[in-house]
């Protein structure tokens, strides 16, 4: 028995693959027989193991990944799970932004007056409502067209916003649910004018 190679003693093949050679020191394991039994299986796999990494390193044979020595394994990098924005469309992910605090602020503090102003200042009220509207059309151009110098689309995405907020707010304050909140005292055209400069906002400071 001492006489036979490591081969032998798992009752394989040189040219065995190392599926089979791991199938067959599996199945010797489950019943080793004895202490000495066990040693012989194991050296006769840590022999064999050494014998392919040489001729691996050799160049004589490739030695799959799963039969490396755990030492010699490299793990994997795990891979980042995607972000929300990377599950949306292409067409979506070009608009979007990733704005910085002052991106969203200065926007914040500009329609945050203008709806101040819509609220509170009732003289002539139809005319400042228009002319805030106005100003916030320029605001929201602005800040849009600074971004990546994109006047045109600017233009679009503040068109947008208007005619949305507008159409929106007048629905909404056409209802019944202003009537039935009774601490919002606001006009339908000064809700539809404070609707749509948050949409404004929004769309200033998240969209490019």
């Known amino acids: 028995m001492s006489d036979q190679n490591p081969y032998e ?6 040219d065995a693959s190392f599926d089979e050679i791991q199938d067959a020191r ?15 299986i194991e050296a006769a796999y840590d022999a064999i193991l050494m014998e392919r990494l040489r001729m691996r ?9 799963r039969i490396r020595f755990p030492e010699m394994r490299v793990q994997s990098p795990q891979k980042e799970s995607p972000s929300p924005r990377e599950y949306s469309p292409a067409w979506l992910q070009g608009m979007l932004d990733k704005p910085t605090l002052s991106d969203v602020l200065l926007p914040g503090v500009w329609y945050l007056g203008l709806s101040a102003i819509s609220v509170f200042y009732t003289a002539g009220n139809d005319q400042i409502l228009q002319m805030a509207l106005v100003v ?5 151009i602005y800040f849009l067209n600074r ?21 929106v707010g007048g629905l909404i304050s056409t209802s019944l649910l202003l009537q039935q909140i009774p601490f919002i005292n606001l006009m ?20 490019r």
Not at 9 to 14: A, D, F, H, T
Not at 147 to 165: M, P
Not at 188 to 207: G, H, K, R
Request: no cysteine; net charge neutral.
């Open 9 to 14: 003693k798992l009752g394989v093949s040189e």
């Open 26 to 40: 599996n199945r010797l394991l489950e019943h080793p027989g004895s202490g000495d039994g066990l040693e012989i």
């Open 57 to 65: 390193q050799e160049g004589k044979i490739k030695v799959p990944e």
């Open 136 to 140: 916030g059309v320029g605001i929201s």
């Open 147 to 167: 971004k990546e110098s994109k006047f045109g689309r600017a233009v679009l995405l503040t068109l947008f916003g208007l005619v949305i907020g507008l159409i």
């Open 188 to 207: 339908p055209n000064q809700f539809s004018t404070v609707l749509t400069f948050i949409l404004m906002w929004l769309i200033s400071s998240f969209f």
